[in-house]
């Protein structure tokens, strides 16, 4: 029975296995974060922004965008090639509505293979702000933010290969704040003065 | 010379034709079953079965890829090479030209119907249908919306980091004279 297990079935399991495996990888690398987990907030948040904006979403915005319009190109040239935006913000008017339970299923994602951990600040006053970057290669393919607040949740999710000089190159712009951000070829002119 | 030995085995038989059935007679047919030699080797059958598999395998993967790359695609707007101009956009705001040298729309009386035969106005976008455009705009919105919220927590972890790292503050006096 073994060797009709080994003649018969092993290179036709070990293909499936294979098969199976790549896309288990292919899953893995995608930098999207689930978070239908927040989803209970939404009814005790006096303030909520939800934002999903996929792939096919994406490109149609990207044809509103005006060429000739200086602010607009630039988020335009920031979004060309972006799989998706997802936002979760919630805003209460009360402490406690949300615990550290509810964050785990997104935190237990951002464990995962890919994501690395650029930024946490913890703070028992203004809450705690955690920046996460997802890899392939050298090239950055995902974006995650996350910060709580005693009143206030957020969860950003960009995916796909976000440049982050463009992100910085758009404060102030089109009703965006000023981040402080310096791009890496203003820090470079700064150094040589 | 009797031939009838040769049909019916009556009659005297020829010595000669005794003595052939003599000699063919050990090739003789015995109902008795084939036997075949062991020390004669077989040829051996080839499985296909594991090639077969595979290429079931293969065939069910690429079959289940396609048919998801299908419904994903389905949604994708097929790429379109009339323009129209979006709403919103600095071509529409202008007041459409008096002066044009373009004739005027001429109306066309077609079975009671009337018909307006309006010139078409160059865009660098692509076209979108009215409920395409309804929703690209929504998009446009949600999309300014989710960078305004983002690029406002990054300046807000900006901030926080800055507060921080007491080298950051250093660099920061330093800077500041």
Known sequence: MKSLFQINFKTPFLTMLLIMTSVLVAKAQDSRIQMASLDHLASKASQTVDVNIDERLMKMAAKLFSDRDADEREVKKLIVGLKGIYVKSFEFETDGQFVAADLEPIRTQLRGTGWTKMVNVTSKKEGSVEVYLQFIGENVNGLAVLVTDDKELTVVNIVGPVNLDKLAELEGQLGIPELGIESSKTKKKNNEQ | ?177
């Open chain 2, 1 to 177: 010379m009797n031939d009838d030995y040769l049909w019916d085995k009556t009659g005297e038989p020829d010595p000669q034709i005794q003595k052939l059935e003599e000699i063919l007679g050990t090739l003789r047919y015995e109902p008795k079953p084939l036997e075949i030699p062991e020390s004669l080797p077989l040829p051996q059958r080839r499985n296909y079965f594991p090639w077969i598999a595979i290429a079931a395998s293969l065939l069910l993967a690429i079959l289940a890829a396609g048919i998801w790359l299908s419904t994903r695609s389905r949604g994708e707007t097929p790429p379109q090479q009339a323009s129209v101009a979006p709403l919103g956009s600095p071509e529409e705001k202008t007041p459409p030209a008096t002066d044009r040298k373009t004739p005027e729309p001429k109306p066309d009386f077609h079975e009671g119907l009337l018909v307006v035969h309006k010139p078409r106005r160059k865009s660098s976008t692509p076209a979108l249908s009215k409920q395409e455009r309804e929703e690209a705009l929504i998009a446009k919105e949600q999309l300014m919306l989710a960078l305004r919220v983002t690029t406002e927590k990054l300046s807000l972890i900006h901030k926080k980091t800055q507060n921080t790292n007491p080298a950051n503050q250093i660099k920061n006096q330093h800077r500041a004279g």
